[in-house]
Structures are given as C-alpha cells and as structure tokens.
Antibody, heavy 120, light 107 residues
C-alpha cells in the first residue's frame, strides 16, 4: 500500500527557510494532489497547500506569500518550503495524498508527521 | 475563505453511548465534507468523505450526514478506541479548511 514519509531538519532558526520532503513509496506520485498540513502544539490542523502531480498549486491564503510546494516525479517526492519562519511555525508537519471518488476529494493517506521547532 | 466551525469543542461520553458532532460551514459546500479521527501523537485517519460515504475499513458505527452548511458525524455505540479528536474538512473550494476539532473524552 502507499506510504508517505516526511523528512527534514527538526530545528531551524527564526527568519530561516523551512524545507521538508515527503517520499511516496508503494505507489506512483502521478495522478494525485499532494498536500502539506501542519499542527501547532496542542492545536488543530491547518492546511498549508497542495500541488497536483502535473505542477499546478494552491496555497492557504494566510501562508501564500511564504510557501512553495514542488514535486519531483522522478524521485516520487514532493517538497515544502516555508520562508521567514517564526516561532509560530513550530509544530508537526504532515504530508498527505488527496484521492478522488465521484468528484469528492479527500486525504486518504498520511505520513506520520515530522516535528519542526523554530528557535534560536 | 470558507470557515468551518465544529461543536462542541469537547465532549464527555461513556462506552456504549451514541454521540453526535456538528460541523457548520460559513457558506454552502454542498456535500464536499470529510471527517477525520486523530489520536495523540498520530496522523489523522479518514473516516467519512462526501459528507456520508464511509471510507473503506471504517466501522459501520461511524456515520456522516448533512449538506449545504450543516453536517454531523455520529458514532453509535462508543468503544474505547473511539476516544480521540475529530475534525471536519471542506474540499468544496480550491482551498481546503479544517474545523477546530472536537475532543471526545471518556466520562
């Protein structure tokens, strides 16, 4: 079955750029939308954005100016860059696949999440 | 942006109870509404998509209903493994949003 695994630094400094990668195994990256979602400590889920395998993207308007999602189909990976981070960007970052059935879109496969702490 | 509001924020119930969680959208999302369950330290798990369609492998004690702006997730006959936090999420627009979550605790 399809599995997702996030990777990246667990600690970054304020004002730096957060870079995370999600590796897709057990299936192809083609044909799907690929998402990033985050969760601040003790808080709810926040959708960051998605990229379709062919390259189109859509981002959370509150993060749009700082976010870039990219995809490498040859490596079956997609990535997140978040610029100019602050302590408010601390949390667990999840990658997730969006599947479609009868025009309904839903996140059916999730990575385990990776914890990112922003601190000097 | 479409805002999603869940109620209650927390709920105490006993094993065997029937519970209902509500999710309201700030505008009509027809039936583009999904429900997820999250346990501490774990990734969310999809329960229901399209407002009422049960994801494969999800027990039938879970059910979803609603349309337009008002939706519910019902769990009939709570089991110990159902105590978790539940989130709704809309996929109507090009941007997705989650509700703030409902924490279901053991009474």
């Amino acid at each position: 079955q399809v599995e997702l695994q996030e990777s990246g630094p667990g600690l970054i400094k304020p004002s730096e750029t957060l870079s995370l990668t999600c590796t897709v195994s057990g299936g192809s990256i083609s044909g799907f939308f690929w998402n990033w979602i985050r969760q601040a400590p003790g808080k709810g889920l926040e959708w960051i954005g998605y990229m379709y395998y062919s390259g189109s993207t859509n981002y959370n308007p509150s993060l749009d100016s700082r976010v870039t999602i990219s995809i490498d189909t040859s490596k079956n990976q997609f990535s997140l860059e978040l610029k100019s981070v602050t302590a408010a960007d601390t949390g667990v970052y999840f990658c997730a696949r969006v599947a479609e059935t009868d025009y309904y879109y839903y996140m059916d496969v999730w990575g385990k999440g990776t914890t990112v702490t922003v601190s000097s | 942006d479409i805002q999603m509001t869940q109620s209650p924020s927390s709920l105490s119930a006993s094993i065997g109870d029937r519970v209902t969680i509500t999710c309201r959208a700030s505008e009509s999302i027809t039936d583009y509404l999904n429900w997820y369950q999250q346990k501490p330290g774990k990734a969310p798990r999809l329960l229901v998509f399209g407002a009422s369609r049960l994801q494969s492998g999800v027990p039938s004690r879970f059910s979803g209903s609603g349309s337009e702006t008002d939706f519910t997730l019902t769990i009939s006959g709570l089991l110990p493994e159902d105590f978790a936090t539940y989130y709704c999420q809309q996929s109507y627009g090009t941007s997705y949003t989650f509700g703030q979550g409902t924490k279901l605790e053991i009474k």
